[in-house]
């Protein structure tokens, strides 16, 4: 491979403007652009997707994106746009039929194509693929692919029939968050040989504190006196819409002199996107959000990941955590925890899954009927796993039910041991870097500034000053003659 | 500021007694529906219409709630009825609006406008990558053409556009100006939504909109007036977008002109003798030039306003068994149509 070596350089330069690789992408990229079938774990934030963008405008032919996140597909062909990319786009459920035909058309025309998983299913999208060229074939988020994992998504099972159907591109399988468990399952999965390169996912620079509360009025009072020690751009992660807004009020109303909004899946599209940039651009100081938020998000200096309730597993907590500190400096996580706060993900967990009675009901539908009584999350359960049992041709409507159930047992199992795993890591009195990353790698490295709150970190002795200004200009016109470089 | 307490109770007053509750929602949403689309005409909201496009139901709903809890406001099964003395006062509200005519383009040119905001204040700072705060495409690409068509003389377009916006700005409220520009974007800076300006300003996210599309219209005004001042902004308003008739509206007078009678269009375009005579009413109501004639007879016509005046009821049922039983509702709506087109042509920029 040595001959590319200098090249790559050049082509990351020319085509991103960054004069150097970080940790891992060159090794994942020359891995793949010498056939190799790659399975990659990066930590959150090391800039993942270099690893086949870059590959993308290298090969003559075509690389897919399988993305379950529909909106970190948008986010990412807007910024790779507005860097100048013309030939990438997306294929997922937002577009409607005649823009959808379209991009399946001119398929051919493109470098980069990120697709959701139901695309990828679509006889028409099948077709298509299979008159073009596709070199590359990526499976991003690939412990989606793992009964395992914390987000299995039955529709990434189908994936190996396609590739196979596509005459066997080379195959990358990419996650922040995969045990050597589930990375076994994913190449299990795929059936092929996959060169495996592991990156430690353990953040050196994140400090990691557990804070606990007999009730709800004592960790507001926590809340409190941190956002008022710690003047830096934060994020405070919440389970539920509601309880962004009304905390962000809450906050509000206790520092006028700082810039505070919340952020969800439920508001408008336009207010999302100025809530996003309003944070990117240091105009908003903390953020009140649910996971909706961040996916696309590429902030250096968040110094600070508050949880204000419990996440649904660990993975997700150091995904989110992970989030901070991407400019390498000190930055901390605080995790809120009061007694019985796993009762949010429980009930979580109760209302993704189909109950009995649901079960009974989608088998007994006609094809054509609405599906209106379940949710988005039950329906992809009961579709995909109805469909391959029925495959099986004799098999009994009583069995099928039957068989269902005990699939949905076993979800059921796994996500509670996850939400149980969680709050066994809350509870632990030993350091809480070395569990939080014991599942993914034998060794945790040392903390490059300060390590844990069972390592002898107090976070109510941690105090920031704010370091940027924040815009003050209220005039129109001198906003104007900002704006436009007049008089400046 | 313009607050919608004062935009709603205006509008309420004059539906009072003659329409349901939700008459006024659906005006403010600017709904096609033919129904919508004559009550404007005959209680003078053009200037009204579609002002609040994305108004939620839920938000609409408890405004009214709230009136009714004041004792303001008493809704009964088909209608509503207002008490003026507990209302008080109802103040006039800023001439600028002119929905009727304005909404089928403005808000493309306020998104445009903003796009355009944000591309070239990026560009008087260097930059040439950003994120366009502006996700629709044909904006997009509206924008890009007007870039790409003056690539040689940048500095010029970033100071006319400086000029432009800076003068019509200078025209209007202080207050008015602040919250426009508050919302846009730029280099250095990313605009506030609309909610986070109700905050700062303290008054409710309705009153924003409001406030946004009175200034945008009042641009509009300014812009088409005088193109030989604006002629950046003034290529932002896309010219073809006028007459507001619905686009299958259109088609049905393109038929009638060609002589059609309404029984052969009816044939032709596959739709129902009723949809065809909402086109028609549409059509009456919207195109100052259109002449009734060939569907209502100049004695019919005369009686149908003999009626009017006599009855100051603007309910079609109570008028329709005032008139002789051969007189249709199709007859009745278009003198309706006709008549409210000449005062409204009058009364359209008076105040309230």
């Known amino acids: 491979m040595s001959h590319i070596k200098p090249n790559l350089e050049e082509q990351l330069l020319t085509h991103f403007g960054f004069s150097s690789f970080r940790e891992g992408q060159k090794e994942i990229i020359e891995s793949v652009l010498g056939g190799h079938h790659t399975l990659a774990t990066l930590p959150t934030g090391s800039g993942k997707s270099i690893c086949y963008q870059l590959p993308s405008v290298i090969n003559e032919g075509l690389t897919i994106v399988v993305s379950p996140l529909i909106s970190l597909m948008v986010d990412q062909v807007k910024l790779l746009k507005s860097e100048g990319f013309k030939r990438v786009t997306a294929l997922n459920s937002l577009l409607n039929f005649k823009q959808k035909s379209q991009i399946i058309k001119n398929l051919d025309q493109y470098n980069l194509v990120y697709c959701s998983p139901e695309m990828l299913q679509q006889p028409a999208v099948i077709n298509r693929l299979k008159h073009i060229k596709v070199d590359l074939f990526v499976i991003d988020e690939a412990h989606c692919i793992s009964q395992w994992g914390h987000e299995f998504r039955p529709d990434y099972l189908r994936l190996r029939e396609l590739i196979q159907a596509l005459e066997e591109p080379t195959i990358l399988a990419l996650s922040a968050t995969a045990t050597p468990e589930v990375q076994e399952d994913i190449i299990k999965s795929l059936s092929v040989d996959m060169k495996r390169i592991i990156y430690p996912m353990d953040r050196i620079n994140i400090t990691y504190n557990v804070l606990h509360s007999e009730n709800q009025l004592e960790k507001q009072e926590q809340l409190h006196t941190i956002i008022k020690q710690v003047d830096s751009s934060t994020m405070i992660y919440f389970s539920s819409r509601q309880m962004t807004e009304q905390i962000s009020l809450q906050l509000k109303q206790q520092f006028p002199d700082r810039q505070i909004a919340y952020y969800h899946g439920g508001m408008d599209q336009q207010d999302r996107l100025l809530i996003q940039q309003q944070f990117m651009h240091d105009q908003l100081d903390i953020i009140c959000c649910t996971s909706a938020f961040g996916m696309g998000v590429n902030k250096n200096n968040i110094r600070l990941v508050i949880h204000y309730h419990l996440p649904p597993n660990l993975e997700s907590f150091i995904q989110e955590t992970g989030r901070a500190g991407r400019d390498g400096a000190h930055c901390v996580s605080a995790l809120l925890y009061s007694k019985g706060d796993e009762a949010i993900p429980f009930q979580i967990i109760e209302s993704e899954l189909p109950e009995d009675h649901e079960i009974k009901q989608y088998l007994s539908q006609d094809r054509q009927d609405t599906m209106d009584f379940l949710t988005e999350t039950k329906q992809r359960f009961l579709e995909y796993h109805s469909h391959q049992l029925k495959v099986n041709n004799d098999i009994s409507e009583l069995s099928i039910i039957n068989k269902l159930i005990a699939f949905r047992d076993k979800r059921k199992k796994v996500k509670i041991k996850s939400v149980l795993d969680m709050v066994q890591w809350i509870n632990t009195e030993e350091c809480k870097r070395k569990r939080l990353f014991e599942s993914y790698q034998s060794n945790t490295r040392e903390a490059e500034f300060e390590c844990c709150n069972s390592c002898g970190f107090n976070i109510y002795d941690w105090e920031l000053e704010r370091t940027h200004e924040l815009q003050s200009k209220d005039n129109w016109r001198e906003i104007l003659d900002e704006m436009f470089y007049r008089g400046v | ?352």
């Not at chain 2, 919608?4 to 009072?16: D, E, G, K, Q, V």
């Not at chain 2, 509503?80 to 006062?89: A, M, P, Q, W």
């Not at chain 2, 039983?325 to 309230?352: D, G, H, T």
């Open chain 2, 1 to 352: 500021m313009i607050y919608f307490y004062h935009i709603l109770l205006n509008m309420l007053t004059r539906l009072a007694k003659q329409r349901t509750i939700s008459s006024a929602y659906h005006i403010l949403r600017g709904k096609k529906s033919s129904q919508t689309l004559q009550d404007i005409h005959l209680f003078q909201l053009q200037p009204l219409y579609g002002i609040y496009p994305d108004l939620k139901k839920s938000t609409y709903d408890n405004w009214i709630d709230q009136l009714i809890s004041q004792q303001f406001l008493l809704n009964t099964d088909d209608t509503f009825s207002l008490d003026l003395e507990k209302v008080g006062e109802i103040r006039d509200i800023s001439k600028s609006f002119n929905g009727l005519i304005y909404n089928n383009f403005d808000k493309e040119f306020l998104k445009a406008l903003k796009l355009l905001a944000q591309t070239l204040s990026n560009i008087s700072y260097g930059q040439f990558r950003f994120i366009p705060l502006i996700d629709d495409m044909n904006i997009q690409w509206k924008v890009k053409k007007i870039i790409r068509e003056n690539e040689s003389k940048q500095d010029w377009l970033i100071n006319q556009f400086y000029q432009e916006l800076f003068k019509c700005l200078d025209e209007v409220d202080e207050i008015q100006a602040e919250i426009f520009v508050m919302q846009l974007s730029g280099v250095n800076r990313i605009g506030y939504s609309r909610k986070q300006l109700a905050e700062l300003y303290q008054v409710n996210k309705e009153d924003i909109q409001l406030t946004t599309m009175n200034i945008t219209h009042s641009l509009i005004t300014m812009i088409n007036n005088n193109p030989n001042q604006f002629p950046l902004l003034h290529s932002l308003i896309p010219a073809h977008k006028f007459h507001s008739i619905t686009v299958s509206a259109a088609k049905t007078l393109e038929l009638i002109q060609q002589g059609y009678s309404l029984e052969k269009i009816e044939q032709v375009r596959q739709l129902k003798l009723s949809t065809i005579q909402d086109h028609v009413v549409e059509i009456a109501n919207q195109v100052i030039e259109f002449d009734i004639q060939q569907f209502v007879s100049e004695s019919i016509e005369k009686e149908i306003k003999e009626c009017l005046a006599r009855t100051s009821t603007r309910r079609l049922k109570q008028i329709k068994d005032e008139l002789h039983p051969s007189i249709s509702y199709f007859q009745i709506r278009l003198v309706l149509a006709k008549l409210n087109q000449n005062e409204a042509s009058e009364i359209i920029n008076e105040p309230y």
